[in-house]
């Protein structure tokens, strides 16, 4: 009997995407015959963008990836996991202080289904300083985030923000 593809959903709040969930989603292609990157659709956080614009820009930086899909839930990750097949949750670890969390969310998976196995891999070290909240601090106050974000997530921060003058070096 053939063996099922295996399925993997990456869950996150991406707003906006940065390099470091893009080299996440570079590697994690790699090791799954599909991998659904997942935007929470969360009513109580207030965004930066909405989730069509998330999974807009996400679309935009995976199309080079011809097994990732996009997608975005509400609910239970586990019960989103169960409707796409996906019997893995991939995260990623940046530090130390990420592992509280994250090995929390993953006990709390596993109690709710068994069968879904969290796999965490650990953020390229150049990018494991980033996350999306620092991104939107820096670039709101005037920083240089080249090199951080794919371009593309560049142009929307500016067309958000457009007040926002860069600082000169
Ligand atoms: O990028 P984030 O904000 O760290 O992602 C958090 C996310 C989306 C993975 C997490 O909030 C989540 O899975 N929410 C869905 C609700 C859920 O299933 N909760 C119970 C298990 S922890």
Redesign the pocket.
């Known amino acids: 009997m053939p063996a099922s593809p295996s399925i993997a959903i990456y869950?996150?709040?991406?707003d906006p995407i940065t390099n470091g969930h893009l080299d996440l989603i570079h590697r994690g292609a790699r090791l799954f015959d599909k991998l659904i990157v997942s935007v929470?659709r969360?009513d109580a956080k207030e965004p930066l963008f909405s989730v069509e614009e998330r999974t807009e820009m996400l679309r935009e930086v995976v199309s080079v990836y011809p097994n990732v899909e996009i997608d975005s839930f509400h609910?239970?990750?586990?019960d989103h996991a169960a409707e796409h097949s996906a019997t893995v949750l991939l995260?990623g670890i940046r530090a130390i202080s990420d592992y509280e969390f994250e090995l929390?969310?993953a006990l709390?998976?596993r109690r709710?289904s068994p069968g879904i196995e969290t796999i965490f891999m650990m953020s390229n070290e150049a990018y494991s300083f980033i996350s999306s909240r620092l991104v939107k601090e820096v670039f709101s106050l005037g920083g240089d985030i080249t090199g951080l974000v794919p371009p593309t997530v560049e142009v929307r921060l500016r067309q958000r923000l457009p007040h926002i003058q860069k600082k000169e070096k």
Not at 75 to 78: A, F, K, R
């Open positions: 869950p996150g709040s991406f929470l969360n609910g239970l990750l586990v995260r929390q969310m709390m998976n709710l």
